[in-house]
């Protein structure tokens, strides 16, 4: 695959734009919806540029079409509150702060983007942390059973 040339690309939009500018202030379109809508193709340029930087066709993932994230939050949460042990889940979250920040802001029906920008990380990462938090709260159990497991009195 060829490797994308921003500096080109860039060129040839930037002539496009000067001519669609020329024909939008004859027809008597305000400057700043033209400004605005040079803006939006420059970051339409930027956002391709980034996919196909990132692209890899010889990975094996560029062929599945399953979306990244095919977890559902609602799922997860229901999943989680739901379960038998929910006081222990209280306890687990309360000892990771930024677990807890989620789950109180899903609660809220806060939207992954605005926990991501709040939290300072991806919004990948908050899938992320939202599709693992029930297998780390099953192992924080297994490792608190663990922990106070109490052998018979008649072990040698």
């Known amino acids: 695959m060829a490797k994308f040339n921003y500096g080109l690309e860039k060129r040839?939009?930037?002539e496009r734009r000067k001519k669609i500018n020329k024909i939008m202030r004859l027809h008597g379109v305000k400057e700043e919806t033209i400004q605005e809508l040079n803006e939006y193709d420059l970051n339409s340029l930027k956002k391709y540029r980034c996919y196909r930087r990132?692209?890899?066709v010889?990975?094996?993932s560029f062929f599945d079409c399953q979306p990244c994230y095919d977890i559902v939050v609602e799922d997860v949460i229901t999943k989680l509150s739901s379960h038998p042990d929910f006081d222990l889940f209280i306890e687990?979250?309360?000892k990771y702060p930024q677990k807890k920040t989620i789950i109180l802001m899903l609660n809220d029906s806060v939207s992954i983007k605005k926990i991501a920008s709040f939290l300072h990380i991806s919004e990948s990462a908050v899938?992320?942390?939202i599709e693992r938090m029930p297998y780390q709260f099953e192992r924080y159990?297994?490792?608190l059973n663990k922990n106070t497991y109490k052998y018979p009195i008649n072990c040698p």
């Open 12 to 14: 040839k939009l930037m």
């Open 54 to 56: 990132n692209e890899n």
């Open 58 to 60: 010889t990975d094996s």
């Open 92 to 94: 687990f979250i309360n």
């Open 127 to 129: 899938y992320k942390q």
């Open 141 to 143: 159990k297994r490792r």
